[in-house]
């Protein structure tokens, strides 16, 4: 995949961080207001066409990211910027105008349609909010975008009920290209849909951002699942990113030890690297993004943690070209079975 990066990036986010109130209590001893700490010291940038996996356990702020970016949440602090504008300081005319380049593709493709609405509606929507063309054109432009989907346009005054889960997944499609935005934030749009089908929507957002060259932030849970689609690849731990590089690379080296452990439950490509790799089975669950742990946030689970994690964030540096990894021992070599407490 080919993405340019000439011009600068298209979105990027500077060490964004968003906290949400979780009411009161008593934390360490002391009266306080509890927050959950969501997403913190978040930065990484997208370019035009470029498609960017961000993969992590539930829970770990992917969607919070994505919608703290398209501003649906005020972020706590940090910045956004989308073609070169802040996007906290973006008037309602403003606004209006940058969600026409972005877009938000939704994990749940029976919650996120309309039910009263027909397709033919719900994917003209934005076209309607933007004032763009007439009834007409935009009804036309609905029966194009639903041939490119691969769903009939005969089926325009359908309601989502007659259409099966994948069949929904490329209504939503439809409608994020509907205004043929610059980048598309896609939750997790394939993690409800059965195995089968999976691939296939997968290949026609491919073959999407090929025709209109579309830059993706593309969540999932998965690591397998973003390995087929993405450029780059971001890992997130707990409201942090531990570490981002070209896709390949995170694939066949990964230097942080949770990439690692996520990675140990792919199969990879080169069969040699498959062959040596073993099942790294994490102790225990997340722990709370209220409070969560000091130092480096993965030092409960992490198998090769030592004093210093716990007591010293770890800085996020770059391990080799365009590769950054938060991790005070970072090294490419996977976790070995004796350091693993299980
Ligand atoms: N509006 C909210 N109010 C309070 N807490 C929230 C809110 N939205 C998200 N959270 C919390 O923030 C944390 C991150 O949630 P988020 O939905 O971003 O995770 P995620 O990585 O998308 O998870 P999943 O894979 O399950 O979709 C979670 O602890 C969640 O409970
Ligand atoms: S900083 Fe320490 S606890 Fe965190 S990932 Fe690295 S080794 Fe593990
Ligand atoms: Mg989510």
């Known amino acids: 995949m080919a993405f340019d990066t000439s011009q600068g990036p298209l979105l990027k986010v500077e060490h964004l961080t968003k906290e949400f109130p979780a009411g009161s209590g008593v934390f360490g001893g002391r009266f306080s207001k509890s927050v959950v700490s969501a997403v913190n010291d978040v930065s990484f940038e997208i370019y035009p066409g470029e498609t960017f996996g961000l993969v ?13 970016i398209m501003r649906l949440n005020r972020p706590t602090s940090g910045k956004v910027f989308f073609q070169g504008r802040d996007v906290a300081a973006m008037n309602h005319r403003e606004l209006k105008a940058m969600r026409r380049d972005m877009q938000f593709i939704f994990q749940d493709p029976y919650a996120s349609l309309n039910p009263r609405m027909t397709i033919g509606e719900i994917i003209s929507e934005p076209m309607t909010i933007h004032g763009v063309g007439t009834m007409e054109e935009r009804m036309e432009t609905v029966r194009e975008l639903l041939d490119v989907v691969g769903l009939n346009p005969e089926h325009i005054n359908r309601y989502p009920h007659e259409f099966s889960g994948g069949q929904r997944q490329r209504v939503g499609i439809a409608r994020a290209f509907a205004l043929k935005p ?148 970072a090294s490419p070599f996977p976790i070995k079975e004796s350091h693993i407490d299980l």
Not at 56 to 68: F, N, V, Y
Request: aromatic share 6%; net charge negative; hydrophobic share 35%.
């Open 56 to 68: 992590g356990e539930s829970g770990c702020g992917k969607s919070t990211t994505g919608r703290t």
């Open 182 to 329: 610059k980048l598309i934030i896609c939750d997790e749009p394939v993690s409800a849909l059965d195995v089968s089908i999976q691939a296939q929507v997968l290949n026609l957002l491919k073959d999407l951002q090929d025709r209109y060259g579309t830059a993706y932030l593309f969540i999932a849970h998965d690591l397998s699942v973003v390995q087929h689609i993405s450029d780059r690849v971001a890992v997130m731990y707990l409201g942090k990113m531990v570490e981002v590089s070209d896709w390949k690379t995170l694939y066949t080296e990964p230097h942080h030890p949770y990439t690692q452990s996520l990675l140990s439950a792919v199969p990879v490509p080169d069969p040699d690297i498959q062959k040596t790799r073993k099942r790294i089975i994490l102790a225990g669950d997340p722990p709370s993004p209220i409070d969560p742990p000091t130092g480096c946030r993965f030092h409960t689970r992490c198998p090769i943690a030592q004093a210093k994690c716990s007591q010293e964030q770890p800085e996020w540096r770059e391990v080799a070209p365009g590769h950054f990894c938060a991790c005070h021992f």
